[in-house]
């Protein structure tokens, strides 16, 4: 049995030798590394649920353009209705559902990159969306839905925001 060159134990030189032809071979470094964790489902089902929400935004307001029912129904018996007439309530319920479009797309990219920002976003647009929903659009059962829907993205983000503030700080 042979010495190690650098540890001085009898009996081991063998293994040690043994360890740096393998790594000399493979030029890997035999460093501790650990990768931060995946975002896992959480994350997929917030992003999924994000493009739901943009799609539904936006189907909302062509429902608006197409059929002056739902329009009736939702926009001109609502605040908004009333304070810039029957004709302007479209033209200003499209601006705001749109705007509020907009911001959840801009979240969309931050959660596809992966920016802690993204969750928070979402909940701030998602709180804000439905303060201005219940002072500007009619209160209808619909409402109710949309309350819930709110509520689960804001849940989603709030458990992704988390995750993702975990796997920062862990590396």
Not at 69 to 81: F, K, V
Not at 124 to 153: H, K, Q
Request: with cysteine; charged share 10%.
């Amino acid at each position: 049995m042979g010495t190690c060159g650098f540890t001085g134990w009898i009996g081991l030189g063998w293994a040690v030798e043994r360890w740096q032809v393998l790594n000399t071979k493979t030029n890997k470094k035999p460093a501790m590394t650990t990768k931060p964790a995946g975002l896992g489902k959480i994350h997929k089902i917030l992003i999924f649920f994000v493009i739901i929400n943009i799609v539904g935004d936006v189907g909302n307001v062509a429902l608006w353009w197409a059929n002056s029912a739902s329009r009736a129904a939702s926009l001109n018996t609502g605040y908004i209705g009333v304070a810039a007439g029957a004709g302007n309530a479209l033209i200003a319920g499209t601006i705001v559902l749109l705007a509020v479009a907009a911001v959840y797309i801009a979240a969309l990219f931050g959660l596809l990159k992966r920016r802690t920002w993204a969750p928070e976003l979402i909940i701030a647009v998602s709180v804000a969306n439905r303060a201005l929903a219940l002072v500007l659009y009619f209160i209808s059962p619909a409402f109710a839905f949309w309350a819930a829907w709110s509520i689960i993205l804001i849940t989603l983000s709030y458990f992704d925001w988390r995750k993702m503030n975990t796997a920062t700080a862990a590396t």
